[in-house]
């Protein structure tokens, strides 16, 4: 129902930016709260960044400074603007959208962070 297309992806150095997006399939954003998770290789997925329907904005205290989460609802895409890049952003970032009972997910974007 909900289909998530994410881009953005890619190498970069420490200190750098880079901005991922995610295009939705439909007007989800009144509905449906977003975020960004991210999983580096051998951790648990977690949530760097997220923006409600109402759009108020959370997020990880290791990115929080770095990273804004941001939606275009004309444009039907949410984004991940992120700057100041450790090494340690590196893992596979996922467009995640939710709404009780129902969510929905990207396929990954890889961003990678060299020293």
């Known amino acids: 129902q909900v289909q998530l297309v994410e881009s953005g992806g890619g190498l970069v150095q420490a200190g750098g930016s880079l901005t991922l997006s995610c295009a939705a399939s439909g007007s989800v954003f009144s509905i449906y709260d977003m975020g960004w998770y991210r999983q580096a290789p051998g951790k648990q997925r977690e949530l760097a960044a997220s923006?409600?329907?109402?759009?108020?904005?959370n997020y990880a205290d290791s990115v929080k400074g770095r990273f804004t989460i941001s939606k275009d609802g004309a444009k039907n895409t949410v984004y991940l603007q992120m700057n100041s890049l450790k090494p340690e952003d590196t893992a596979v970032y996922y467009c995640?959208?939710?709404?009780?009972?129902?969510?929905?997910w990207g396929q990954g974007t890889q961003v990678t962070v060299s020293s």
């Open positions: 923006i409600t329907r109402f759009g108020g904005t």
């Open positions: 995640h959208a939710g709404s009780f009972p129902q969510d929905y």
